[in-house]
């Protein structure tokens, strides 16, 4: 018996002889990609998992389901089950700027996919590892005891487990009840509304190409935030984001966004736009802190989301590979505190997490009245235009380079000014 397999039977012992119902190694409360990607690997490692979440799988999620196609090679159990999800995968990214006047290109690698049917795999795949699920049961709360951690349920019944993961999303109960955070300020949240339009597959490539050529617009209505159309085989995806302290004007812009796509041919004019969702997405940055003891957040709840885009899929899951690593060895080593947890944090922040750093001042670059002014420079120059359109189009893995980006827009004005 290995050490793992020898401190799980002391545990398991333990709750035995205090007569607990239930007893896990790890309860993760969500099980949206964070949530299901963390529970399949875990349960993979050998651990008792239970996965809660307050729906029933399928379930929809609000979002443009656009994610960069790499994420199929990092996640290779999903590429083997990709025709279950993947509705194309866009190869052009068109970039609008806020005045609407200058469009850039740039050759991208966006998989699409609606996320009722992404999120099913990924719930399935957990499932299929062991990962034991509780769907359709809403976590009210956690508390925290000295030798274990409990998940309060609907009337009395309780879930208890050596680790919480709160990968509740956007408005997790988990980082409310840990104190890691109360309420996002406006500031650091999107407000979104967004629709699934069906389309015949025809009708797509008339207007969007056999490419797909997703777009994007930069802060519509001179409002801070991003709208876009993914174009999916038999659907397409329409979205509008606007920062929380200007999210007043939502209806109205997506109102006026929708009359734009109509006269731009992007869209029919019969278009079923009765479905169309409220969200919110965090887009400031992530939490100063991820962990306390005996919990861990990863995604929407600990804020990894890209401040440009809001997306947040291929975060969400790469966390979910770090905190494996870790709690497989918090576990082992049966020590539940800060010390050892704050590996978890080191090592996410160490891989994507430091990039936000960079994304958000892209933002407030993307967002100031300069943005017409660059797209303006970006037009003369094709290096400028992949290094904007890849960012925005999630496909490139290290997010933007802002110091580069500055630079070669620099040398294009210098370039100009000399004519070289
Ligand atoms: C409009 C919109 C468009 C977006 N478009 C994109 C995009 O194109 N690409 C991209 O990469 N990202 C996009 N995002 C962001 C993306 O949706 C999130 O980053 C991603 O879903 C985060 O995954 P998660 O597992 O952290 O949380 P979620 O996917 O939100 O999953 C959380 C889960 O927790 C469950 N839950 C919540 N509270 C409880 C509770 N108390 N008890 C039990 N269960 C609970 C929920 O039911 C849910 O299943 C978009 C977001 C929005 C709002």
Redesign the pocket.
């Known amino acids: 018996m290995n050490l793992l397999e020898t401190v799980k039977v002391k545990y398991k012992m333990t709750c035995l002889a205090d007569g607990w119902k239930h007893m896990y190694d790890v309860a993760v409360?969500?099980?949206?990609?964070?949530?299901a990607t963390t529970s399949r690997y875990l349960a993979k490692k050998g651990l008792k998992v239970c996965m809660?979440?307050?729906?029933t799988f399928p379930?929809d999620?609000?979002?443009?389901?656009?994610?960069s196609e790499g994420l199929l090679d990092e996640f290779p159990y999903l590429r083997k089950r990709s025709d279950e999800f993947l509705k194309g995968v866009a190869r052009v990214g068109v970039l609008h700027s806020p005045n609407r006047r200058i469009v850039l290109k740039g050759s991208v690698d966006l998989a699409l996919a609606l996320r009722t049917d992404f999120?099913n795999v990924l719930f399935e795949s957990a499932v299929e590892e062991g990962a034991e699920p509780l769907v359709g049961?809403?976590?009210?709360s956690v508390r925290f005891h000295n030798n274990h951690s409990e998940v309060m349920l609907k009337g009395s019944e309780s879930i208890k487990a050596q680790v919480v993961i709160g990968?509740?999303?956007?408005?997790?109960?988990v980082v409310r009840e840990t104190g890691l955070n109360r309420r996002w300020p406006s500031s650091m949240i999107t407000a979104?509304r967004?629709v699934e339009v069906p389309v015949k597959y025809n009708e797509i490539v008339d207007r969007y190409t056999e490419n797909l050529n997703y777009h994007f617009y930069v802060n519509l209505g001179g409002l801070p935030g991003y709208g876009w159309i993914?174009p999916k085989l038999d659907t397409i995806n329409i979205?509008l984001?606007i920062v929380g302290t200007h999210a007043q004007g939502l209806p109205r812009v997506f109102d006026s966004f929708v009359r734009h796509l109509k006269r731009e041919k992007l869209l029919m004019q019969d278009a079923d736009l009765s479905k169309a969702k409220g969200?919110?997405?965090p887009t400031g940055g992530p939490l100063a802190r991820s962990h306390v003891e005996r919990c861990i957040l990863?995604?929407?709840?600990a804020g990894m989301?890209s401040p440009i885009t809001?997306?947040?899929?291929?975060?969400?899951m790469r966390a979910a590979k770090f905190a494996t690593a870790v709690l497989t060895e918090v576990i082992e080593a049966d020590d539940f505190g800060n010390g050892i947890l704050e590996e978890y944090e080191k090592s996410w922040r160490g891989d994507f997490g430091d990039k936000f750093k960079d994304q958000l001042l892209a933002q407030k670059i993307f967002t100031s009245p300069f943005t017409d002014l660059l797209f303006e420079i970006g037009r003369r120059d094709e290096t400028i235009q992949e290094m904007v359109s890849e960012s925005m189009a999630?496909s490139a893995e290290d997010g933007i380079d802002v110091k580069r980006l500055i630079l070669r827009t620099m040398f294009v004005c210098l370039r100009a000014s000399f004519k070289f």
Do not use: H, N, Q, W
Request: include cysteine.
């Open positions: 409360i969500g099980a949206g990609p964070g949530g809660i979440d307050k729906d379930r999620k609000p979002c443009g389901g656009g994610f999120d049961t809403r976590a009210k990968a509740d999303g956007v408005s997790s109960m979104c967004v993914f979205g984001g969200a919110l997405v990863l995604g929407d709840s989301v809001g997306g947040g899929i291929a975060y969400a999630e």
